[in-house]
């Protein structure tokens, strides 16, 4: 993942005090209506669920709001059904984008983001076209100061941890999808601290990425997640750190 994993550490860090708190709200709440209407409105047996009302603390939510959330999926209060699409499409250097969507209108959607695409040097491609270089995967990242590998496989490897590689400052943890929750909440237990938690499409391969091309990229993958309807954005770029951070900044 590398300079993907640093973008996805940053945006992270930055949610709970980014001045979209509103937009980031908005997003949150169609994930946990979605899930609630998918898999039932108890968070302990529904994973998607519980994940999407952990995101919601970690943003100071009002408890009502996420009652309200779960409700409108369960249909104890009415609400706009929303439906989950991926896009899939290509950036500066021809860097895959594997997009995913919550909308109650597709045909609207895909216009906007075809128009964002063009508009930050990619274009929109056909299904199919860059989803076989992704695998869908939990993925954890630690920072490297605040626990050891061994610190981490000894609390996390029977949770279900596949494997643990070194990225510049930080530890990047894969699992199975459904043992993301397990995994998390093992370390949790140890006392290890979760710099992000997802589950994310992770790609085979990565391009690197430079220059102008490198704030292209950025700006796209900024543009993308600021969008409404869009949940998570996933690409398989390798950008020097420091140019994220610069960015982000």
Known sequence: MSGHSKWHTIKHKKAAVDAKRGKMFTKIIREITTAAKIGGGDVISNPRLRKAVADAKALNMPADN??????????????????EVTYEGYGPAGVAVFVEVMTDNKNRTVGEIRYIFGKNAGNLGTDGSVAWIFSKKGFLIVERGKASEDAIMNAGLEAGIEDIQEEGANWEITTAPGDLEAVKEALEKASIEI??????MIPQNRVKVEGKEAQQMLRLMDALEDHDDVQRVHANFDIEESVIESFAG
């Open 66 to 83: 996420i009652k309200k959330a779960i409700q409108k999926g369960t249909g104890e209060l009415p609400g706009v059904s929303y439906e």
């Open 195 to 200: 710099a992000n938690a997802e589950v994310a």
